[in-house]
């Protein structure tokens, strides 16, 4: 570790790890000129302690893997590199036809990347299959957990803000999805997690990326993202037996002033629904208030999908819908645990679903924007377990004014 050049300069930095006033540098940052915001450290011990994922920020674009005359042919990628049909079971080198909405289209795939085997695996991880998940008791009764479950769902959550954190830096116009996948995918498995998503009925990346036009479940490929694209990253990670799960949605380069307000009301919607969540409130009450803030805005709430609980299953009770007029049952009890992650449409709420069987983009192809965390209902009111750290990248202007 050096000590910065410009000590003033410096010393209004941030710590990369903890957010305390840094005065140290990564010296491989400083030797590849990256931004002082993203390598700043109080202490050597910081420094060391975020090493698994900071170092993820040492990786050059692989733009030279892709060239803009060939990056649509899997066989100038190597081999591979197929488009996905079948929700991940089945491969094609040939481009599948469809009535596309919007201006995006399926880009080829890279093989499935491999987990370590000392770490730990949900049930899906070797054949694609969830076995407990859809017989337990927990998808028709919202589980009350236990203190021990939820230090682990805190500790679980926490990874998956900082592999999210690690994806959120390296995005940037000419970087591909696939590359963005590979960084998720790096650092979960770095901090001893298990990527959630990986091979979960057969979803054959660690991670979705959704762009533009695309609602959720986006399959990371080898389309670079663009200048004015707006990109969602969805992480999840299962660490000590429960997953955490949360995401974010990103500007890439410079970014049109319709688009902005479609990230920053998604991001409020969000943080509305957040507000109320406290025991006695009925669940039904989050998607009034979510679908209240996005009409007031212009914009539509998707139907289709809706927020889960978590915590040893990766989907179970309760269902939270973001629509208004919603039917779901039950009122929030302290102990409980479940996502609410709104996604918020620029024109119609309707979807349409693509070839490969995941990708679910907008029925009128204008862009659509989403984020997710994962909350504990607490005696008083909420506790926001994937919340943004001190150590978070500032990359949502609305949040330094």
């Avoid at 910081?46 to 060239?67: E, M, N, Q």
């Avoid at 060939?70 to 991940?88: A, F, M, Q, V």
């Avoid at 993202?225 to 707006?230: C, E, F, M």
């Avoid at 693509?354 to 504990?376: I, M």
Wanted: hydrophobic share 35%.
């Amino acid at each position: 570790m050096a000590a910065g050049s410009d000590a003033a300069e410096t010393m209004a930095l941030s710590c990369v790890h903890c957010g305390k006033p840094a005065s140290l540098q990564c010296p491989k940052c400083a030797e590849l000129k990256l931004p002082r915001e993203d390598a700043a450290f109080c202490t050597q011990e910081c420094f060391k302690k975020s090493w698994s994922s900071h170092r993820l920020v040492h990786s050059k674009p692989k733009a030279s893997l892709i060239s803009n005359s060939t990056e649509r042919n899997p066989d100038s990628l190597g081999e591979g590199w197929l488009y996905c049909l079948k929700k991940g079971q089945a491969r094609t080198p040939t481009p599948p036809h469809f009535d596309w909405t919007g201006t995006l289209r399926p880009f080829p795939i890279s093989r499935k990347l491999v987990v370590p085997g000392h770490i730990n695996q949900p049930d899906w991880a070797v054949d694609g299959v969830p076995k407990i998940e859809p017989n337990s008791d927990f998808q028709q009764v919202v589980e009350i957990k236990s203190p021990d479950l939820i230090e682990r769902m805190r500790e679980a959550c926490r990874v998956s803000r900082e592999v999210l954190d690690a994806a959120a830096r390296v995005i940037r116009p000419g970087i591909t999805t696939d590359e963005i996948d590979a960084v998720v995918h790096e650092a979960t498995i770095n901090a001893g997690g298990y990527p959630s998503p990986l091979n979960y009925h057969f979803f054959p990346k660690s991670c979705c990326t959704s762009v533009n036009e695309v609602i959720c479940h986006g399959i990371p490929d080898a389309r670079k993202l663009k200048d004015g694209d707006i990109v969602n990253v969805d992480v999840s990670v299962y660490y000590k037996g429960v997953h955490g799960d949360l995401n974010e949605t990103y500007f890439v380069g410079n970014v049109d002033e319709s688009s902005r307000q479609l990230v920053q009301c998604a991001y409020e919607c969000l943080d509305k629904a957040m507000a109320i969540v406290k025991p006695g409130v009925r669940f039904r009450e989050i998607g009034e208030v979510i679908n209240r803030h996005a009409s007031m805005s212009g914009f539509s709430v998707v139907k289709s999908y809706c927020g889960h609980g978590i915590g040893e299953l990766f989907h179970c009770a309760p269902n939270i819908p973001h629509y208004a007029k919603n039917k779901a049952v039950g009122v929030m009890k302290a102990g409980q645990v479940f996502t609410i992650e709104p996604m918020i449409n620029a024109g119609v709420w309707r979807d349409r679903m693509w070839p490969d069987g995941w990708t679910a983009v907008t029925a009128d192809g204008k862009r659509s924007a989403q984020f997710e965390h994962t909350l504990l209902v607490t005696e008083k009111g909420v506790e926001v377990l994937t919340a943004r750290l001190p150590s978070s990248p500032n990359v949502f202007p609305w949040l330094s004014s």
